[in-house]
């Protein structure tokens, strides 16, 4: 049984950085590849970034540029570098692997919150 245990979500103002983690666990033997997702009420899930077993990476639209994948020699650890983060990317992150002969895994998924806060009052008076 294979598991996937990802970590690295938060909340982060507008343009900030956050790298996401995901680790495969149990009996592996390959994965045709590792890929993250992104969901969120009412939405489809929606392809973040991915990376095959030969190294050939996509990422969606709305994160290339702004977004890095890559994972480790093994090919057990996946991280997502995400710069310039903005509220649109918002989300719920799941790990995805794949093997050749088409089992698929899902991490339980990671909450990502891009958001400046509700602000605090400051008050100066003489």
């Known amino acids: 049984q294979v598991q996937l245990i990802e970590s690295g979500g938060g909340l982060v103002q507008p343009g900030g950085s956050l790298r996401l983690s995901c680790t495969a666990s149990?009996?592996?033997?390959?994965?045709?590849?590792m890929a993250w997702y992104r969901q969120r009420p009412g939405r489809q899930r929606e392809l973040v970034a991915m990376i095959s077993s030969r190294g050939n990476i996509n990422y969606g639209d709305s994160v290339e540029g702004r977004f890095t994948i890559s994972r480790d020699n093994a090919k057990t650890t996946v991280w997502l570098q995400m710069n310039n983060l903005q509220p649109d990317d918002t989300d719920v992150y799941y790990c995805?692997?794949?093997?050749?002969?088409?089992?698929?895994?899902w991490g339980q998924g990671t909450q990502v919150t891009v958001s400046w806060g509700q602000g605090t009052q400051v008050t100066v008076s003489s």
């Open positions: 995805s692997a794949a093997t050749p002969w088409g089992e698929a895994y």
């Open positions: 149990g009996t592996i033997f390959s994965f045709s590849y």
